[in-house]
């Protein structure tokens, strides 16, 4: 088995020699502006709770997706032929 494979049979990480501590991501250097206040990486198999909120997702469930969306004024009214 490779280094630092998560194993869902015994929720654990194997090594095949000792444990080392790995960066939340391999590809960024920093957490993403758009991540804000919530945890990056959103999915984490060590913890307790695995998966978090993901930004999109708290960004949908929000209203301000809703107020995107509302009509505002004439120019969003339909025109007529």
């Known amino acids: 088995m490779g280094e630092g494979n998560f194993d869902y049979l015994t929720n654990t990480v194997k090594w095949d020699s000792e444990p ?11 957490k993403p502006v758009f991540f804000g206040d919530l945890p990056c ?4 198999p ?3 709770t695995r998966a978090r909120t993901l930004p999109a997702r708290a960004r949908f469930d929000s209203d301000a997706v809703i107020r995107e969306r509302a009509p505002r004024g004439p120019a969003a009214a339909p025109r007529r032929r």
């Open 20 to 30: 080392r501590a790995l960066p939340a991501s391999l590809y960024l250097t920093e």
């Open 46 to 48: 060590t913890a307790t």
């Open 41 to 44: 990486p959103w999915v984490d």
